[in-house]
């Protein structure tokens, strides 16, 4: 039984059809048939000899009536001729319309097929997304159990707190400004405070920098990098500037003046040279740290305090930057996605503090 709005066709439909054609083939091939032995009857009824009953010499030639004999004969088979050739014709026709039907049959069944099975992953899939949802709704539901009761076993186990220690934070307004005077910087990367000796490193490239001019007389950029200094090393280009007209004109050349051109610092970028560097919030707070020893040396109305600060690490930062304000300290704090390294270029911007 076919469904409502089902368009495929069955094999039961393949069938009906072909039994149809089959059957009309074989009524017409016994039709011929019959046709044909009816006609060579009758031929051979007219060539047989009939007894003569009157000897008498008839007024008419008997050779005309045979003539005429022959005549209607050959009339008679040449339109069985036609007959069977329009029959072949049916015929032909019939088969081809039976191929042609075939195929579209054919197809239609593997179209069928197709959308079933496309159907059939359909609801495989459907089905495993049903039971991963009911699995995550019990382990959602296990795991609120679990949280519940570890709140009250921790509410029943903590000592009552007879007074709260209070501590006022005084902070900045919320009006920031650039930052003109001596940074001191450090990176906040995986809840990790780590200082970055940015003056020292750009000062070795000050101090490579004749090297790197005498390289530039034929070309139009370097690249180099600075030993380490602390946890970090310095990636850096230096270009030529293209001065003249004929630099501009011929600049895919390469340059046209060796002796007179000006270069600069294009480009740096800080690489971290150890994967697990610095140190927490409770070893930078303490007396002996990195953090408090590089501050001890640096006073507080004359330098500004940059935090280069990750995702991960900004409670990190709150933390450090509200003992930087206790201690007078000015704080800047420059946000980085994941995975962005540290780096600058002359087209940057300044740091603004608060």
């Not at 074989?26 to 060579?40: G, P």
């Not at 000899?49 to 009157?54: A, F, I, L, S």
């Not at 089905?127 to 009761?149: A, F």
């Not at 009552?160 to 910087?185: D, G, I, K, N």
């Amino acid at each position: 039984m076919r469904r409502n709005g089902d368009t495929s066709f069955g094999s039961d439909s393949f069938l009906d059809v072909l039994s149809n054609l089959v059957g009309i083939v074989l009524i017409l091939v016994v039709l011929v048939a019959a046709r044909i032995k009816d006609w060579s009857g009758r031929v051979a009824l007219e060539d047989s000899p009939k007894p003569v009953e009157n000897p008498v010499p008839a007024a008419a030639s008997p050779s005309v009536s045979e003539a005429d004999n022959q005549e209607e004969t050959v009339r008679q088979l040449e339109s069985a001729r036609q007959q069977w050739q329009s029959y072949c014709q049916r015929l032909e026709l019939a088969k081809l319309h039976l191929a042609a039907e075939t195929q579209s049959l054919l197809a239609a069944e593997y179209q069928r097929r197709h959308w079933q099975e496309q159907s059939d992953r359909t609801q495989q899939q459907w089905h495993r997304w049903s039971e991963s949802v009911k699995e995550l709704e019990q382990q959602l539901r296990e795991l609120e159990q679990s949280l519940q009761r570890l709140s009250e076993k921790q509410a029943a186990t903590l000592p009552t707190v007879s007074r709260r220690e209070v501590r006022a934070l005084h902070y900045w307004l919320p009006v920031s400004r650039p930052v003109f005077s001596h940074e001191v910087y450090f990176e906040c990367y995986q809840q990790r405070v780590t200082p970055v000796d940015l003056a020292g490193l750009l000062q070795e490239v000050r101090q490579k920098f004749p090297e790197h001019l005498e390289q530039l007389r034929y070309r139009w950029s370097v690249e180099g990098q600075t030993s380490q200094h602390g946890a970090f090393a310095l990636r850096y280009r230096i270009v030529r500037n293209a001065d003249s007209p004929l630099d501009w004109l011929f600049r895919e050349q390469g340059p046209a003046d060796p002796r007179y051109f000006s270069a600069g610092l294009a480009y740096w970028e800080v690489v971290p040279m150890q994967a697990i560097r610095g140190e927490t919030l409770e070893q930078a707070l303490s007396e002996s740290s990195v953090f408090r020893r590089l501050l001890a040396q640096v006073p507080p109305e004359t330098a500004v305090l940059t935090f280069f600060v990750y995702p991960e690490s900004i409670p990190l930062y709150r933390a450090l930057r509200d003992w930087s304000y206790q201690a007078g300290y000015t704080v800047a704090a420059r946000p980085l996605p994941v995975g962005m390294p540290i780096a600058g270029s002359p087209s940057g911007s300044r740091s603004r503090a608060q």
